[in-house]
């Protein structure tokens, strides 16, 4: 009952905000952020949290009021984490799907206060004033381009995975792994049951040798020869990935994994995909991957929500990859990221 009442909230929140917006001028990003506050500062009452209920409504009521006058009201990038405070804590209370309609919110409602600073300016950082909204309040905006924080090497570039829950467990050093938080997954999985996106660079070996039309068979070949010792090849399966003459291939493996030293008794079965480029020195293969680890026979819990936010990381990825000229046979180099 208590799920469908913030249900609720949110669809006559999208219900009105098309007719609040032309009415009152309020932008979709503050009524968006209006109806999250509020159903958060309900939750966080039902959990008997009443100083962060308050906050929460109060922030609701400020943007709320700056609706009803025709202005954008600037609340500070801080009061964005409640937002994800209270996330967190839906998800962990069971309300994945409430859960999943908060984080967005806060997220996009982040980026809507950095962009409101820039085009006002720092004294704008007092939560408790307001500023009106110019006539080219719109071409100001589609003039500024806040471009997410990357990880950027000389060999490829990749923002962070968007959705609730994805944590970075690999520190400052390669690979880049994220992990997802077992209460953002909508079945809860086993013990040392595992999803990631993860990105990594590695020797290409003798794969530099081949050429473009070979890349994907000698991908296979390199998975097959260093997948050994605790892991067993089940299966791989590597196809072209990208335009003629790219040395990109999209992956599919399956392994299993015995005796890991913190679960010796458990037998994984370990299911990466994913794709690899050649990057354009031929000294490093790039590959990025979503992968699942889960005790054998246990079901997935890679939901299409999940796997969804996984593809979308992979798509994110930016690689100077090698590419090899179609009419001459010589090869070339590229800026560009697979497609």
């Not at 968006?32 to 009452?45: D, Q």
């Not at 994945?96 to 409101?116: G, I, K, S």
Request: hydrophobic residues 40%; contains cysteine.
């Amino acid at each position: 009952m208590r799920g469908t009442l913030i249900a609720a909230v949110f669809a006559l929140a999208a219900f009105s905000s098309s007719v609040f917006a032309e009415r009152s001028g309020c932008p979709p990003e503050d009524e968006a952020a209006v109806a999250a506050y509020a159903s958060c500062a309900g939750f966080r009452r039902e959990q008997g949290d009443a100083a962060a209920a308050e906050r929460a409504a109060a922030h609701a009521k400020k943007l709320r009021k700056a609706c009803g006058t025709d202005t954008s009201v600037f609340i500070g990038v801080d009061p964005y984490e409640d937002l994800l405070d209270c996330a967190q804590a839906l998800a962990l209370a069971g309300r994945l799907d409430d859960a999943r309609r908060v984080e967005p919110v806060a997220q996009a409602y982040l980026r809507e206060q950095m962009l409101r600073l820039i085009m006002h300016g720092g004294q704008m950082l007092d939560p408790a004033r307001y500023m009106g909204r110019p006539a080219d309040y719109d071409r100001k905006r589609e003039s500024i381009h806040l471009r997410e924080p990357r990880f950027t090497t000389p060999e490829f570039s990749v923002g962070q995975p968007h959705g609730g829950g994805w944590k970075l467990v690999s520190g400052d050093s390669m690979p880049i792994v994220f992990s997802k938080e077992p209460i953002w997954l909508s079945r809860r999985p086993v013990r040392s049951q595992t999803v990631v996106v993860a990105l990594a660079v590695r020797d290409p070996g003798l794969v530099r040798d081949v050429d473009s039309e070979g890349f994907a068979r000698a991908i296979e070949d390199l998975m097959r020869s260093t997948t050994t010792g605790r892991f067993r090849l089940v299966s791989v399966a590597a196809t072209h990935r990208g335009e003629v003459g790219d040395y990109c291939a999209d992956y599919d493996l399956a392994m299993e994994e015995r005796d890991n030293p913190e679960f010796p008794s458990i037998v994984f079965e370990i299911r990466n995909q994913g794709f690899v480029c050649l990057e354009q020195s031929s000294q490093f293969l790039v590959e990025a991957f979503y992968s699942e680890r889960k005790p054998q026979g246990a079901p997935s819990v890679l939901d299409d929500i999940v796997r969804g936010e996984a593809e979308a990381f992979l798509a994110d990825v930016e690689v100077n990859r090698r590419r090899e000229a179609a009419t001459t046979g010589t090869t070339s180099r590229s800026e560009e990221g697979p497609d």
